[in-house]
């Protein structure tokens, strides 16, 4: 499976790996001659009459064969090198690509956290394999294999002396080495996890001191830090006793040749020139089983990171077949069921209809499913049963391009590049001029605050926006809506606390946003939506309520209910 998926992605790359095989072939084919040539040169030298000339030969020959099998080893490793970080470049570009296809809901932070992972880590981890295992194979495998027949050639009985703490060895790696899959998986989760957590906590640092949060925070940091150390202390203690063993027993084959060795030679059973060639080459012969238990353990590791960078591949890409084009813009629910990962729906039988150009209110509880439908018409996921409709067409038979086109989103959390204000609004409509820029900034109430700023549509506005308050980020997001002057607008109002000045600038840039335009609001603050033609009230995924203002406030039920809450809080807050 591994070899298939990395050769398909090889691609062109192909012969240089194949090439970078067959050179590794041929210098540990050529690594074996020395030892012969070792056993000539005893054979000369305790020989009755050795000829001198013969031992220089053989000596001279000696390095001329490492010379060969250096350079045929240089040549394997830079072509393996260069198709391994080919392959590399590709496997990344490939999961962009592939990501790009992916459904926005795809990417919450967990998902985040873990791509990141697999694309620097987990890829980075194939150049292991491509560039070092895949070539070393045939030499892993068949210069242990010829030397061991070349032994047995040169005398069985000495050979089985040299083969037996080997062959404990392995027993030992194969009987104990049967949860390590799982000690990987672990260890690899584990790896993600922590890198999502430390995004998280350096991302969210600056909130997090601000709303003195830190020791909770900090909690789940070290939570993810914890969980890691555990899982590389856990995967280190399960190898360490069953290396610490095969490592002491192939570095051990002299303690069985010499008793051996001396008993046979004692015996008159041996002569002393292959004494001594086992002498030299039992413990090269032991040592060469180092590499297969790298083999192993490597190979396990890389076999779990292609598996992570399959399930990304394999992950179902949204279909993006549609070819209808929308001409009206109401949106309408029919029947919609909903649920994350086929497990306990989330939205049951949702119906409703927004007329276009008319306002649509969604409040209800924390956790009812508001954001849930928000997310539904830009097709973050698609609905598992009913459709969802925006003018006459099911959205699935949109272009995702047409659809995305006529939606703006302005969210709670703005996100901001780190680049200038001009840019930042300008992503709404990057053709637009600077007039159409200022024109929006000033119906989104920005414009005063950045022409104030030191290089005024210039200024570049930090990393997410660090350099803008909460409020001034609102607003360039609903400039930057306002631009692209989309005729469906999505708002998630911001439920953090805004200062009474920018909150009202704030209402006023959504009042201008707004105006003629079908538009859902996910409400938090309920006096912000008295005058909305539709409000739903939602609880555990259903509609319990719907109606205007009025008739919900008549009817006295969870809405009254929050109503009345809502205003005591507000109230309360403005006595304090
Ligand atoms: P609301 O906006 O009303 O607070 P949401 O739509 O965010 O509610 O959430 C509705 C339910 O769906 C919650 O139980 C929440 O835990 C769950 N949920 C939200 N997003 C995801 C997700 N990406 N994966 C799985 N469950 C989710």
Redesign the pocket.
Known sequence: MMFNDLLELAGKRKLKLICACLLHAISCGLAIIPFFLIYLLFLEIFSTSPDEVRIWWILALIPVVYVIMSIALIYAYNLSHVAAYQILYTVRIELGKKLSKLPL?FF?EKNTGELKTVINENVELLEFFLAHHLPEMISTIFVPLFLGIFLFIMDWRMALASVLPVALAMTVILLKSSGWGEMIDEYLSAQSEVNATVVEYVQGIKVIKAFNHTAESFKKYKGGMAFWKDSVIKWSRQRAAPFTLYQGLITSTLAFIIPVGLWLYSSEMLTMETFLLFLIVGPIFGGLFMRIYEFLRYGMEEKECMDRINKIFDTENITDEGKEKVESFDITFNNVFFA??NRNP?LNDINFHVPQGTRCALV?P????????ARLIVRFWDVNYGKIMVGDYDIRDLSLKNLLSHVSIVLQDPYLFNDTILENIKIGNPQASMDDVIEVSKAARCHEFIEKLPDGYSTVVGERGERLSGGEKQRISIARALLKDAPIVILDEATVFIDPENESLIQDAISNLTRNRTVLV?AHKLYTITNAEQILV?DEGKIIERGSYSDLMDAGGLFREMWDTHISTLDWEIKR
């Not at 924390?366 to 439908?373: E, Q, W």
Request: charged content about 10%.
């Open positions: 809901g919450n994350y990962d989330i209800g924390s956790g009812a499913g508001k954001t849930t439908i996910i939602l």
